[in-house]
């Protein structure tokens, strides 16, 4: 529990983060993306000059800081991969100057002990390299987990931008009635955020993904909220449960998803679970912190631009209108800055239609897949997991499925059937959906489990898994 002086420090905290962010709200296009060019000059610089990480990649690629003169010399900055940051040493991590004092590797090893040691119950408070750092690992989603440190002030910033939102979704009066399902895995950026959170919302709202269905299910039926803070999976799984005791929560007027895509499928079964509230999605990483969030006029995400910038780029690492890989540049973080990173893995398209609801801030129409998820034809074709969750979201009887390929051509699809509901059936109309969808393009075998559960170490249910070596 927080003391009168903790949560009079962390509102003043709060507070400023809100002040910066709604100024921000206000700029004009032109004044972002002078914002946008001056941050990304002065990152690139302190990575050059500080962190030894850049240092070797910017050596290795012959790119000196001094070559930025415009926007078309982006291209000169070398992408920073998943790889370059699972495979560097956490003192590569930090500046230079710091990690004589920060003794980074020691104290990694020493947060992720604590962390092991913690009982779950006790994992209120998550462990702090210095005041103003902390070391994070991504939740490995597309297979790869990295390790970066966050200062304190770049997840206020976040913390600020989607307490922003909030009040944006709420139109204007905030619902106080809510539930917040988060990863209490101590080296979240979740749970960093969640422990953010307790300066306005008390722990008896904030519950861990990692508890049982079961029990999430009743502290939802015993809350009743109106809002609701999840991932994709956790609210489907609890839905399922909900659907089996023929339960509807119509109070619930607000739910929040993230950090996990939402197929169709789930879109359904949380439309029939909680007929009366409103979807909003945002697009967070531990990496880029807010990167983009769901228009509530219309399909497409905005790109949340003075946080980040974002290009879309091909195989070659060029600009393309076309569907191409998300790279980002995060401009809230110095600690170990993330420049021109392609580690998120998530492919898309820009849409550069006027938005209805009149922002100028650049769009994309969806996050159309992880490339982790790309799934190959028997032609050689790649295949978005968007056409395999797409076409079978319909066929009556699936309680939960994955579709999992591992030879190029050949999709196992793994079902679970609802309770009493006929199994010939399910397989013939998954068969026919994805063989019309996939012009028999693949040959298919459905496989009918009793569970499907996350991997070890993560909350997420990977709707689609490809385990074909990826491209290079």
């Not at 700029?27 to 030894?52: F, G, N």
């Not at 609701?228 to 609890?238: D, E, K, Q």
């Not at 029939?272 to 995400?301: K, M």
């Not at 060029?318 to 998300?326: A, F, I, M, Q, V």
């Amino acid at each position: 529990m927080l003391t009168p002086a903790q949560i009079r420090s962390r509102g003043n905290q709060l507070h400023a983060a809100l002040d910066q962010v709604i100024e921000q709200r206000g700029w004009s296009m032109p004044k972002r993306r002078a914002h946008q060019w001056r941050t990304l000059k002065s990152l690139v610089q302190h990575a050059c000059d500080h962190i030894p990480l850049y240092q070797r990649l910017f050596a290795n690629a012959g790119f000196e800081p001094r070559m930025l003169d415009d926007w078309d010399d982006l291209q000169k900055i070398p992408i920073l991969t998943k790889q370059d940051l699972r495979t560097a040493a956490a003192d590569e991590l930090l500046p230079i100057s710091a990690t004589a004092s920060w003794s980074a590797p020691a104290l990694w090893s020493f947060s992720q002990a604590v962390a092991r040691s913690k009982a779950p119950e006790d994992r209120r408070t998550p462990e702090r390299s210095r005041d103003d750092v902390r070391w994070l690992a991504s939740s490995g989603s597309t297979g790869i987990p990295a390790r970066i440190a966050r200062t304190e002030s770049s997840l206020w910033h976040y913390m600020a931008c989607n307490t922003a939102l909030f009040y944006d979704w709420c139109g204007g009066q905030p619902i106080s009635n809510g539930l917040y399902l988060v990863d209490m895995a101590p080296d979240s950026i979740d749970f960093a955020t969640a422990d953010l959170l307790r300066t306005t919302v008390p722990d008896s709202r904030i519950f861990s993904v990692h508890d049982p269905v079961a029990k999430l299910t009743r502290e939802l039926l015993s809350i009743v909220p109106e809002f609701i803070s999840s991932y994709p999976s956790t609210l489907r799984a609890i839905a399922l449960d909900l659907k089996v005791q023929n339960r509807v929560m119509k109070k619930t007027r607000l739910i929040h998803l993230t950090s996990e895509m939402l197929d169709a499928h789930t879109r359904h079964l949380l439309g029939q679970i909680f007929p009366n509230a409103r979807l909003i999605e945002t697009y967070t990483s531990t990496e880029g912190g807010l990167v983009a969030f769901q228009c509530p006029h219309d399909a497409r995400w905005h790109i949340a631009e003075t946080n980040v910038i974002c290009e879309i780029v091909d195989e070659s690492g060029l600009p393309t209108d076309e569907l191409g890989h998300l790279v980002i540049t995060d401009l809230t973080n110095t600690a170990t800055p993330i420049i021109r990173y392609r580690g998120l893995g998530d492919l898309a398209r820009w849409d550069t239609t006027p938005c209805p609801c009149g922002t100028s801030l650049r769009s994309i129409r969806q996050i159309e897949g992880r490339s982790a998820a790309m799934l190959r034809a028997r032609s050689g074709t790649l295949l978005s997991p968007y056409i395999i969750t797409n076409a079978i979201e319909e066929v009556p009887g699936l309680a939960q499925y994955q579709v999992v390929q591992k030879q190029p051509g050949m999709l196992e699809v793994r079902v679970v059937a609802e309770t009493n509901a006929p199994r010939q059936r399910i397989k013939t109309g998954v068969k026919r959906a994805l063989e019309a969808a996939l012009a028999n393009d693949a040959d298919l075998q459905v496989t009918f489990v009793s569970n499907i559960a996350a991997p070890a170490g993560s909350h997420k249910v990977p709707l689609v898994i490809s385990e074909l070596p990826l491209a290079a």
